[in-house]
């Protein structure tokens, strides 16, 4: 698989650098503990949000740092937790007298990571609080996980609480808005091709040409099975199954509708997707109160999607509604 790659070893520092070189005036990059920060953070009167989870899924979170989402991002290697120390030495730089807000992808190694850190920056005085997303409604448990994963939902958690933060909400404010976010947000995504980390080089696993695995993970773990590839509007039919009814939603519901790419799917086909998921969820009488498709949680360069609905309030849909500016990106 041909790559843009010198020493995979570098492969994360090198890309990190290239975001901060990107945005001299809003990003500052912490070479230690593979960080990227806002170069206003930390404030005192917001609290600090970090994300942290592996490399691989860009532009999750390393690219949403910025006014009105996260405040910093640690990343560890593709596809691997940030060591425990990049998390605590992260909150220890962006602590804030208003407090710091962890959030945590439901995976094995990032709980762990982020539960310890907070655990040493409490002892060490900071005011933490951990929140933990777990969108995916494809597995309950897999080889990465205890209990439901963390997938593209993240994007609505983040874009909440940091658009709270911004206009000056409590942690514990916070820590209720992502909550209440995490609750009504649900994911699933199907996979046509696997990826290939930089430093193996090959594919992480096996599909045919006329195979898909069906409730994919992020990391290419397996999902719920894996079947025949069939037409675009039967796997629409095979998401909306998944996701519509497990929280449920229904009708007289205004969603929020996410169709994102994995890595490696054309925008014209993410498109395609959500036309018609746009339009099997009209027939269900759920409304489509906001849109989005493209690339926002990917897993390097796997052709696939996935498909998240966020059941819409007052509340969120003004937290969704309020500005925010990212990497060279404003929204």
Sequence with gaps: MKKFVNDPLNFVPEMLKGIALANPDTL?????????????????????IIQGSGSGH??????????????????????????????LETAKLLASDKGVLLLVNNYTGDKMA???????????????????????????????????RGVAGNFFVMKAVGAAAEAGAS???????????????????????????PAKGSPLFELADDEMEVGVGI?????????????????????????VPDLPYSSGDSVALMINGLGGTPISELYLLYGLAHEKLAAQG?????????????????????????????????LLLAPAEIANRVF
């Design 286 to 318: 759920i409304t489509v109160g906001r849109s989005y498709v493209g690339e926002y949680c990917t897993s390097l360069d796997m052709a696939g999607a996935s498909l998240t609905l966020v059941q819409l309030d007052d509340e969120i849909t003004e």
């Design 58 to 87: 860009e532009p999750a979170h390393v690219m949403v740092v910025g006014k009105g989402m996260l405040d910093g991002a640690c990343p560890g290697d593709v596809f691997a937790a940030p060591p425990m120390e990049y998390v």
């Design 114 to 148: 982020f539960e310890m850190a907070a655990e040493l920056a409490e002892a060490e005085g900071l005011n933490v609080r951990t929140l933990f997303i777990n969108d995916d409604v494809a597995v309950k448990d897999s080889t990465w996980t205890v209990g439901r």
């Design 171 to 197: 942690l514990e404010e916070l820590v209720r808005i992502g909550e209440k976010v995490n609750s009504v947000t649900r994911t699933m995504g199907i996979a046509l091709t696997p990826c290939t980390p």
């Design 28 to 48: 500052r990059y912490v070479p230690e503990y593979n960080l990227i920060m806002r170069a206003d953070a930390p404030s005192p009167d917001k609290v600090s």
């Design 219 to 243: 990391h290419g773990e397996p999902g719920r099975r894996r079947a025949k590839l069939v037409s675009a509007d039967e796997i629409v039919d095979e998401l909306l199954g998944a996701v």
